[in-house]
């Protein structure tokens, strides 16, 4: 195969036996521990790797594997810098001060034949380049020493190589949570770092960094990543944090460390990482199709909104966008104490935290759909005082373990609202029993217990129909 082509081929009309198979694989794994040009990687139960002058072997065995299975693998391209776009502008990157460097793509994509020519000009540009490698199978100079994961702990060889102090160190692959938290170790440390990643977008090696470091420090650990498809260069992004309100937000207020991963080749930024109501987002810009009217941090807004409102809603809940600053949230219109709170109180909470300002009515009210009235729905109860004022029914609410039920004397499988005092509590159904039932520890509850504890006029009376 090619890089970025790769097939199968029948070599044989006859399968091999397994006698043969044995026979090839423990030669295979002799040869690697008696000569010069070879080394065993890996030797457990059911599975040997090993390195034999450019040929990285896998041997399997039962009980690892269901069968004798060897799979060789060599390089089939030698680069140098020179033969990737933006060559000039890396060397120059490379060249003016120690970098943070992820390499990404997908498996066969040539990751590791672009790292060979990075770590090859680096050791040309006389600087000290050591890899870490597990199998150790980079394709590079006598100069350069290769060292693998020394007593299976890459930890450790960090450790050595820490004392050996290098100027560039070359990671293949960077893949599981230890991995990175070496990588960022050892970048930290002030060395110079180029780490393989498998990933199927540029940005999605940069999110792997996402929760297994701090998030401000990630500009400091990887200040480029360059993204490799079908054997060239695709993508080079930049990655820098300054302290900004995110794109698609108005609010001064909500300025914020946001790291900021834009193209190098154009010089426009691509993508937005930052702390959006205690979550780290990743909102993408600019890609928004012509017509559309929904940022990328409008559709993080619209979900984290979304969220917030159905921690609290039983109901249905319907979230629309009304420019950057501004939503409208559509609920039952059980649900509308429960949303707004006690004085608007955890509706403003919600507002804050996402500095959107949020109008909550029914789903009546909706456009489009009938029966509805105009004006939101969260300012009912400010003009409710009246509503039904002369069928108004004083109420002895009863609080047991799982409950606090309301008795109704009729108005059975009617709506009817709940107020304490003069203030709108809620709207419910009275149930076949003739008394509307709220579950304990509800925010409805809560706050109908509260009003019970300050000895509070509890009243029904029957919903505007």
């Known amino acids: 195969g090619t890089l970025g082509e790769m097939r199968y081929e029948v070599i044989d009309d006859e399968p091999t036996g397994d006698e043969q198979m044995r026979e090839w694989a423990t030669a295979i794994v002799n040869l690697a521990r008696q000569s010069n040009d070879g080394y065993v990687e890996l030797s457990d139960e059911g599975m040997d790797i090993v390195q034999y002058r450019n040929y990285r072997i896998a041997v399997a065995r039962p009980p690892f594997s269901d069968g004798v299975e060897i799979t060789a693998v060599r390089p ?12 000039d502008e890396l060397r120059e990157r490379f060249l003016e001060s120690k ?16 790292a060979q020519a990075v770590a090859e000009f680096l050791n040309d540009s006389d600087y ?15 100069e350069i020493t290769q060292y693998g994961a020394l007593g299976g702990d890459m930890a450790n060889t960090a450790d050595s190589l820490l004392l050996v102090r290098p100027d560039y160190t070359i990671y293949d692959e960077v893949r599981k949570t230890d991995d990175f938290e ?11 770092m180029v780490g393989v990643v498998h990933a199927s977008r540029a940005i999605d090696s940069l999110q792997r960094l996402v929760g297994r470091v701090e998030l401000g420090m990630i500009p400091q650990i990887v200040d480029t990543v360059v993204y490799i498809e079908a054997g060239e260069v695709e993508t080079v992004y930049d990655v820098e944090t300054e302290v900004k309100v995110p794109e698609g937000l108005t609010a001064e207020d909500l300025a914020r460390p946001v790291i900021q991963v834009t193209d190098f080749e154009t010089g426009r930024p691509e993508y937005e990482i930052y702390t959006f109501n205690r979550q780290v987002v990743t909102v993408p810009l600019g890609e928004e199709g012509e017509g559309s009217t929904e940022t990328g941090v409008g559709r993080i807004a619209k979900k984290e909104i979304e969220r917030e409102i159905r921690s609290v809603a039983r109901g249905h809940v319907d979230v629309e966008l009304q420019g950057n600053d501004d939503a409208v949230v559509y609920v039952e219109e059980d649900d509308i104490a429960s949303v707004i709170g006690k004085g608007g109180g955890r509706i403003t909470d919600i507002e804050n935290r996402l500095g959107i300002d949020i109008d909550v009515r029914t789903h009546d009210e909706k456009p489009g759909r009938g029966g509805g009235t ?8 400010a003009g409710n005082g009246q509503v039904g004022a002369e069928r108004e029914q004083v109420v002895q609410p009863e609080i047991t373990s799982r409950h606090v039920v309301i008795p109704m004397d009729e108005h059975v499988g009617d709506t009817v609202e709940v107020r304490a005092g003069d203030e709108y509590l809620f ?15 509800s925010a409805i509850a809560e706050e109908l217990e509260d009003a019970i504890d300050r000895k509070q006029r509890i009243t029904v009376v029957p919903a505007r129909g």
């Open 128 to 142: 000290a380049v050591k890899t870490m490698e597990k199998p150790r199978d980079l394709q590079v100079g006598p």
């Open 99 to 114: 970098r943070g460097v992820l390499i990404s793509g997908s498996p066969g994509a040539g990751k590791s034949t672009f």
């Open 374 to 381: 105009s004006g939101p729905a969260g300012s009912a109860g």
């Open 76 to 87: 089939i391209a030698k680069t140098v810098l020179d033969d990737y776009e933006f060559a």
């Open 427 to 441: 709207t419910a159904t009275v149930g076949r029993g003739g008394e509307v039932q709220v579950s304990r520890g």
């Open 182 to 192: 070496v990588f960022a170790d050892m970048r930290m440390a002030g060395v110079g």
